[in-house]
């Protein structure tokens, strides 16, 4: 199993934002995972779809969106023409998630899905074969560089469990307090796409911490295939 690094860019220096894409791309990051909030959905605000469209000139490396916004729905329109490649929405913040889905692959997005730690998998399970990506969230969202919710690693398997049972080819995602101490249990656990904003971007080598945690990621993995 392949596995994928989504360096979160609320971790990052954002006054040198196109140096620090540059940087972890540079060791080889898959993804850049932009973290939406709308200080509603989530006590904090961060940035919303111009950051994506300006991203969008400087790299062609895919843009991992994760909307913490209520009314996801008003978004999906601004974030398809900026230039977003996944647009991931919480089914707690909407009663309408299989429209909104539709509508994410409608406008040439991939759609996600987003579970804070208190929300069951059961809340995803209805859609599960439609869905490109379903990220597991490791802290409740809100801020970076909070303590990694221990329970999510019996979580991600549970959800490898459901994605496996429906026949869904979609990415399994983990979000929040992922570093090198927690991202071989996740790999391990079945997650194949890790997002860390505190972890790579604190690094004094945010590159190599981007090598580094990719490698326990396949140790992981490996594990986990292994046994
Ligand atoms: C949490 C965000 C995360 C966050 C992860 O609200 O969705 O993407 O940036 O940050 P770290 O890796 O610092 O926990
Ligand atoms: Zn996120």
Redesign the pocket.
Known sequence: MSVRLAP?I??ADLAHLADEVARVLEGGADLI?V?V?DGRF?PNLTFGAPVVRHLRRITDAPLDC?L?VEHPEDYIGPFADAGATILTIHPEATVHLERHLAEIRRRGMRAGAALNPATPLAAIEEVAADLDLLLV?S?N??????PFWEPAVEKVRRARALLDAKASRAMLEV?????RATIGRLAAAGADTF?????VFTASDSAAEVRELRRLAEAGAAGRMSG
Do not use: E, I, N, R
């Open positions: 979160s609320l971790g995972h973290d909030m989530v994760h913490m969230m802290v969202p809100g801020f970076g560089g909070q979000d929040g307090g992922v570093a997002v860390a904003g505190h972890a």
